[in-house]
T-cell receptor, first 116, second 112 residues
Framework: DTAVSQTPKYLVTQMGNDKSIKCEQNLGHDTMYWYKQDSKKFLKIMFSYNNKELIINETVPNRFSPKSPDKAHLNLHINSLELGDSAVYFC???????????????FGSGTRLTVV | GNSVTQMEGPVTLSEEAFLTINCTYTATGYPSLFWYVQYPGEGLQLLLKATKADDKGSNKGFEATYRKETTSFHLEKGSVQVSDSAVYFCALTANTGNQFYFGTGTSLTVIP
């Protein structure tokens, strides 16, 4: 049983296209996240949803739009893809309630996006 | 504010060498501290954690002790293996419902 699953694992697309990445978790967590990891392995948080409500929205181009249909799913849609969007995108989930955050995050295996 | 600083890599060690990866933190309140490991081509996995001062987290031969007096959570292993080659991330959460804060990652390569 995969706890946090993302699809697709690899995505190669041309500049200007629109693409989506999907994420699902079966851990019963109430909070989900999108992180971007660059070529130097630096992790940058992009968005976080708690029970379908957006709670973290970092400085990210508005071409990136998250959508959470329910607390077990968090998708990421990217419009007008640019070369600089090439990276590995990780989905993660956790409990947000104080006292339960000590359980840590559970990460998906990542989506490697290559824009050509 | 909350932040994590970890030693820069890359780190290259011979098999069976002793490993230390330094991590210090700044936090409001009483954070929980974590080490995550990312093997090549994979996502991050929780390696170990400590939720209060003087706690020692351990897993797979790795250890880290939560030192409040020095605000540190250094990762150690007595004898590394080639299979330990990965990127290691120190992280904290302030247990106030806020986000996790990750360090910049330290790449470890163990050579036979």
């Amino acid at each position: 049983d995969t706890a946090v699953s993302q699809t697709p694992k690899y995505l190669v697309t041309q500049m200007g296209n629109d693409k989506s990445i999907k994420c699902e978790q079966n851990l019963g967590h109430d909070t989900m996240y999108w992180y971007k990891q660059d070529s130097k392995k630096f992790l940058k948080i992009m968005f976080s949803y708690n029970n379908k409500e957006l709670i973290i929205n970092e400085t990210v181009p508005n071409r990136f739009s998250p959508k959470s249909p329910d607390k077990a799913h968090l998708n990421l849609h990217i419009n007008s893809l640019e070369l600089g969007d090439s990276a590995v995108y990780f989905c993660a989930s956790s409990h947000r309630s104080p006292g339960r955050q000590s359980h840590g995050y559970t990460f998906g295996s990542g989506t490697r996006l290559t824009v050509v | 504010g909350n932040s994590v600083t970890q030693m820069e890599g890359p780190v290259t060690l011979s098999e069976e060498a002793f490993l230390t990866i330094n991590c210090t933190y700044t936090a409001t309140g009483y954070p929980s501290l974590f080490w995550y490991v990312q093997y090549p081509g994979e996502g991050l996995q929780l390696l170990l954690k400590a939720t209060k001062a003087d706690d020692k987290g351990s897993n797979k031969g790795f250890e880290a002790t939560y030192r409040k007096e020095t605000t540190s959570f250094h990762l150690e292993k007595g004898s590394v293996q080639v299979s330990d080659s990965a990127v290691y991330f120190c992280a904290l959460t302030a247990n106030t419902g806020n986000q996790f804060y990750f360090g910049t990652g330290t790449s470890l390569t163990v050579i036979p």
